[in-house]
C-alpha cells in the first residue's frame, strides 16, 4: 500500500465541478483583481472567524507583515521595538518581524503542546517589548488565556499567526479572533488551501484593516493616489472565488481530521513513539498529526519502506537557518529537541479507514 503524507488530488477532486463553476464564472465576469469574489470571500471568513474585518492578501508571510507594517504606520510599533516570537515556528514567523524592523525575542515552547510557554514569555519581557506574536502551530491554540492576561498586564498587542489553525476554538472564541490581529495562510496543503497562494488579515480593528488594504495595494487607497510606500499583496479574483466553494465544507474535514487524530491517539501503542498532547478537542484542528520519536531518521527511513509517506515540520529552527545567523549562538535547548525528534504522519479528510489502519498497524509495528 502507498499512502503519501498528503493527497492534495484527491482533497480537491471531490469539490471538482463547484471549483470549476466557480472558476468559470470569474473568467465570464471579465474582472480578476480586487472584484466581487474577494469582497465576498472577505465577508465569509470575517463572518465564519466573527470578526469585523477580513482583508485578503497575497499569501501567509504578507499577511503578518503587513500587520506589523499597520501598526508602525499607526505609531503603536517603531523601529527596535523588542517582538516576542516562537522559538519553535516555521521562519516566516520570525521573517515578518525582522523585516519590519522589529528585534524578535526568541522563547521556547511547552514541549507538550510546541506552543509558547506562558511561564518562559512572562520571563522574557522587557520595557523594549510591545507585542507577543503566538503561533497556533500544528493547528492548536494552547497556553492562550495566559499569554492574553500577560499582554492585558503589560499592555502589549496580541497578534495570531494563524496559518495552520483555521477553525480552532478557545471558550467559543475562534483562532483570528482571539487577539489584536491575526495572519492566515491558504497555502495549498492548509486545511483551507486555494489552488495557489493565498493570505489573510483578520481584525476587529477599522483602522487597521484600512491600513493594511492601502498598504497591499501599493500604499492606496483611492486609485493612482498613493498614501503609503506600499507592496503588491492583494488576493485575486481566481483564488477568493475557490476559497468561497472549500470554506463550505472546513468545518466537516475539520471534524474528519478530529475524528481521524482521535483513532490514531487510541491506538498507536507503541513506546518508541511520543504522541502529540490536547487538552480540549475544539482547540486542535490537526492541520498536523506531529509525533515525537528518539530515532527519527530510522522511523522516516521505516516508514518509507512500508510505503507511507512522512514529513519533518520543521528540520532546522529558526535560529540555526543560515538567513538567521546572527541568532545562531542562542541556547534554545527545547526547541533544538523538538526539530530533532517531530515526525508528521498522513492526517487529512480523505484517508480512508483502511489507510489509517495500515498506518496505524505499521508504527505499532517499529
Known sequence: MQIPFLNLKRQNIQYKEELLQSFESVIDSGWFILGD????????????????????????????????????????????????????????????????????????????????DPIKVKEAITTKTKAILTVHLYGQISGIEEIKKICQDNKLLLLEDNAQAI???????????????????????????????????????????????????YGSDEKYKNKYIGINSRLDEVQASLLEVKLKYLDVETERRREIADIYLSKIKNERIILPTVSDNKAHIWHLFVIRCNNQQEFIKYMKENGIGTMIHYPVPPHKQEALVKYSSLKLPITEAIHNQVVSIPIYSTLKNIEIEYIIDTINKF
Open 37 to 116: 469574489k474577494v469582497a465576498q470571500f472577505e465577508e465569509s471568513l470575517a463572518k465564519y472567524i466573527n470578526v469585523n474585518h477580513a482583508v485578503g492578501v497575497a499569501n501567509g508571510l504578507d499577511a503578518l507583515s503587513l500587520i506589523l507594517r499597520g501598526y508602525k504606520e499607526l505609531g503603536i510599533l517603531k523601529k527596535g521595538d523588542e517582538i516576542i516570537v516562537p522559538a519553535n515556528t516555521f521562519i516566516a514567523s520570525i521573517l515578518s518581524v525582522i523585516e519590519n524592523n522589529f528585534t524578535p525575542i526568541f522563547v521556547e515552547p511547552d514541549i507538550s503542546t510546541f506552543n509558547l
Open 167 to 217: 477553525g480552532a476554538e478557545c471558550n467559543g472564541v475562534k483562532s483570528g479572533a482571539l487577539g489584536d490581529a491575526a495572519a492566515f495562510s491558504f497555502y495549498p496543503g492548509k486545511n483551507l488551501g486555494a489552488l495557489g497562494d493565498a493570505g489573510a488579515v483578520t481584525t476587529n480593528n477599522p483602522i487597521l484593516a484600512k491600513i493594511i488594504r492601502a498598504l497591499g495595494n
